[in-house]
């Protein structure tokens, strides 16, 4: 490992020694048994020493590897073993499946931290005139298979490690911009910023382990979306490392010079370069942040009330609503409460059955906002009358604190949950307002009749996680019950009937998580065979030897 830039573990999410509980959750194990039959309480194999696994020999030549000793220093070359494997995949299930059952795939034969953006010039081309594979590595957690080099690869597999590449180089105070170094983890950034009184607002789920050149690579999206955009807004410009020459795009409110070769950029999974800094929008810090708690009779109640806070002036930071299942998932996950809020939970209860709510069929719903106390105040009156419209009840802030607090513990649910036989991962689209139901039932019944076709118990669940003018990102999590060895091929049958679903009924592939090669299958489905071809295209001219993480997006 490299002093100064975080690595996570091989065989999981995140920091070693962090997983999930669920002893101090008393309804989680009572809503999994019912859910799909699995008792989380038994006892669990324990994950297989590192030094259990097979990890091929490093192919990298003496000449490259001096090469790059040359451009780097020797430090900032690494060959062993478990570098190697950590740069091997990213976190999707199928990769943790793999990972834990040592399948190891093409292990890149050697990871390169290079330090400035001269260092990225030389090794890329070094690495290309060496006919060598070059896969830009942010955080590592994709779950689109877009890191791994392809099976057989006989080319060297060179693996590039941005994390010291994490300074925020300049904040444009009278502008709010701020160009930052892309190999940045979001906790740093925003420390950074904050440290200064601004901030850049992305949240991704991933965003202790995830970076800002990843974000840009995968066209990410961050909770607080509804008012600070996806990556696609927030980052004006940005400076890219292609063989021999060095894109650089300066940072515009907007600009009319033909195709945007920004966008290019965006999504482009390191086949058009490695980019080595961004010129990103930043914000003033908000006076006041606070989270509300809303249920809704129904998930139809819900979406109909976050399609109309979107348009209204409320401009809130965040609108999310659950549906039945993943609303009792979350009550699931609530900690014992003292007296006092248990007493107050009853209160809730007893209202809504007096309203005449069917209690399994409710949806719990977060909206956040953001801004001046007085604007917060209006804000909140306007959601609150849609609310009320629609059907629904506010539960104040409580949920919604804790919510905040906790949001970024919950990537390490599905380590737990594959330790116990549960296969889980997500899915997520975006449809126009006039499908958004229509989706969400069709999803919901074709996986159940897959799980039911494989004679599997599974379950899946959903959020309308970010909002637009015309459409909306709906977010399926989905768990299955199979401790075969067969689990990638279970896997597969569920995120193939989702996506096909999601092409079937006006989804995109994906909204947030990109392409890789994972959704790469429905590509043309998505954006046409003409599509496609613009892409391959684009491809095919920058990267004519194809050097540049080969086989991903198409
Ligand atoms: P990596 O996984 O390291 O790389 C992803 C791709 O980008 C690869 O193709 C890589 O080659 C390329 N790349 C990385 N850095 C560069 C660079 N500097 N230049 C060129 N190419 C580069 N995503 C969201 O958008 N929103 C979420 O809320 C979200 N939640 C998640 C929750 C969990 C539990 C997990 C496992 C993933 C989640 N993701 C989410 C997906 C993932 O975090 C994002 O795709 C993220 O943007 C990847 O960033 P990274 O730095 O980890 O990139």
Redesign the pocket.
């Known amino acids: 490992m490299i002093e100064g830039v975080k690595q996570q573990k091989w065989w999981g999410?995140g920091e070693d020694g962090l997983a999930y509980r669920y002893e101090d959750k008393p309804k989680f194990p009572a809503f999994v048994q019912k859910m799909v039959g699995i008792d989380v309480t038994r006892p669990v194999k324990p994950i297989p020493p590192f030094s259990s696994l097979d990890v091929p020999a490093s192919q990298l030549s003496d000449d490259l590897h001096a090469k790059f000793d040359e451009i780097l220093g020797a430090k900032y070359v690494q060959t062993d073993d478990e570098t190697r494997v950590v740069h091997a995949y990213?976190?999707?299930v199928r990769d943790l499946i793999r990972i834990r059952k040592g399948d190891l795939g093409r292990v890149p034969d050697v990871v390169l931290y290079p330090g400035t953006q001269d260092e990225v010039e030389k090794l890329l081309d070094a690495a290309v005139a060496a006919d060598a594979v070059v896969?830009?590595?942010?955080?590592?957690?994709?779950?689109?298979a877009?890191?791994e080099a392809e099976p057989g690869e006989s080319r060297q597999v060179i693996s590039?490690n941005?994390g010291r590449?994490s300074k925020v180089l300049e904040i444009d105070e009278t502008s709010g911009l701020a160009h930052i170094q892309?190999?940045v983890?979001g906790p740093d950034m925003e420390d950074q910023l904050n440290a200064r009184g601004w901030t850049m607002g992305h949240?991704?789920?991933?965003?202790v382990?995830?970076?800002?050149?990843?974000?840009?690579?995968?066209?990410?999206?961050?909770?607080q979306s509804d008012k600070y955009g996806d990556?696609s807004d927030i980052c004006r410009g940005l400076t890219?490392v292609m063989p021999g020459q060095v894109l650089s795009l300066r940072p515009l409110p907007s600009s009319s010079s033909g195709p945007s070769v920004r966008e290019m950029v965006l999504g482009?999974?390191?086949?058009?370069?490695?980019?080595?800094s961004a010129w990103v929008n930043v914000h003033r810090i908000p006076e006041v942040r606070e989270l509300q708690a809303y249920f809704f009779p129904t998930y139809e109640d819900g979406l109909k009330a976050c399609e109309q806070i979107v348009a209204s002036d409320a401009a809130v930071m965040m609108a999310r609503v659950s549906d039945p299942i993943e609303t009792q998932y979350i009550m699931a996950n609530g900690k014992k409460s003292g007296r006092v809020s248990s007493l107050a939970n009853k209160a809730i209860q007893r209202i809504m059955l007096q309203k005449g709510w069917d209690l399994e069929n409710i949806a719990m719903s977060f909206i956040g906002f953001e801004g001046s106390a007085n604007h917060v105040r209006y804000e909140k009156g306007l959601v609150g009358k849609i609310v009320k419209e629609n059907g629904g009840l506010g539960v104040g802030k409580g949920p919604g604190t804790l919510y905040d607090q906790k949001k970024y513990d919950?990537?390490y649910i599905?380590d737990f949950m594959l330790d116990r036989g549960l296969i889980c991962d997500?899915s997520e689209t975006t449809t126009p307002w006039a499908h958004a139901a229509e989706i969400h039932s069709v999803i919901i019944e074709r996986f159940q009749q897959a799980m039911d076709d494989l004679g599997v118990r599974g379950v899946v669940f959903c959020h309308l996680?970010h909002s637009y003018h015309s459409g909306a990102c709906q977010y399926f999590t989905f768990a299955i019950a199979d401790d075969s060895d067969h689990q990638e091929e279970t896997y597969d049958v569920a995120k193939r009937v989702i996506q096909q679903g999601f092409m079937d009924f006006h989804g995109t592939v994906s909204h947030?998580?990109?392409v890789?090669e994972e959704h790469s299958p429905w590509l043309e489905q998505d954006i046409s065979p003409a599509g496609v071809f613009i892409q391959r295209k684009l491809f095919e001219g920058v990267d004519p030897g194809s050097n540049l993480?080969p086989g991903?997006i198409i």
């Open positions: 999410w990213g976190k999707g896969i830009p590595f942010g955080g590592g957690s994709n779950i689109v877009s890191l590039v941005m590449l892309a190999g983890f949240h991704p789920d991933s965003f382990w995830s970076t800002l050149g990843g974000w840009i690579a995968t066209r990410s999206s961050g909770m990556i890219m482009s999974e390191g086949r058009l370069g490695i980019i080595t919950t990537p599905r997500v996680s947030h998580h990109g890789g993480n991903k």
